[in-house]
C-alpha cells in the first residue's frame, strides 16, 4: 500500500509563499500527482496537476501563483504557493492516481494552511 506524505503547511500572512511537499512510498514515475484543497463544508477542489510527461493543469484561481513540478528520483510532488491570498486558507491533500484497467489512486493525509489577511 502506498503512502503519501505531505509536508511544508503553516500559517503565513497575505502575499507570501509556501511550498507542500508530498513524499510517496512508492514510484510515482508512472503516476498523475495533483494536489487538492477542502475548506470545511465544501467539496473537495483540484488546485493543480502533473501528468507523466510533466504537462501541468492548474485551477482558474491559483493560474499564475503556484506551481506544480515534480521529482520521480525523490518520488516526490511539489506545489510552490506564491502571492497567498486567505482564500487559499484549506486543507490540502496530494493525490496519485493511475487510471485504466486496475486503476489506482492514493491519498496523503492533509496538511493545513492558513493564509492571514
Known amino acids: 500500500q502506498v503512502q503519501l506524505v505531505e509536508s511544508g503547511g503553516g500559517l503565513v500572512q497575505a502575499g507570501g509563499s509556501l511550498r507542500l511537499s508530498c513524499a510517496s512510498s512508492?514510484?510515482?514515475?508512472?503516476?498523475?500527482m495533483n494536489w487538492y484543497r477542502q475548506v470545511p463544508g465544501k467539496q473537495r477542489e483540484l488546485v493543480a496537476g502533473?501528468?507523466?510527461?510533466?504537462?501541468?493543469q492548474y485551477a482558474t484561481s491559483v493560474k499564475g501563483r503556484f506551481t506544480i513540478f515534480r521529482d520521480n528520483a525523490k518520488n516526490t510532488v511539489y506545489l510552490q504557493m506564491n502571492s497567498l491570498e486567505p482564500e487559499d486558507t484549506a486543507v490540502y491533500y496530494c493525490?496519485?492516481?493511475?487510471?485504466?484497467?486496475?486503476?489506482?489512486?492514493?491519498w496523503g493525509q492533509g496538511t493545513q494552511v492558513t493564509v492571514s489577511s
Open positions: 512508492g514510484s510515482i514515475s508512472a503516476y498523475v
Open positions: 502533473i501528468s507523466q510527461t510533466e504537462s501541468t
Open positions: 493525490n496519485q492516481y493511475r487510471a485504466g484497467w486496475g486503476s489506482e489512486t492514493y
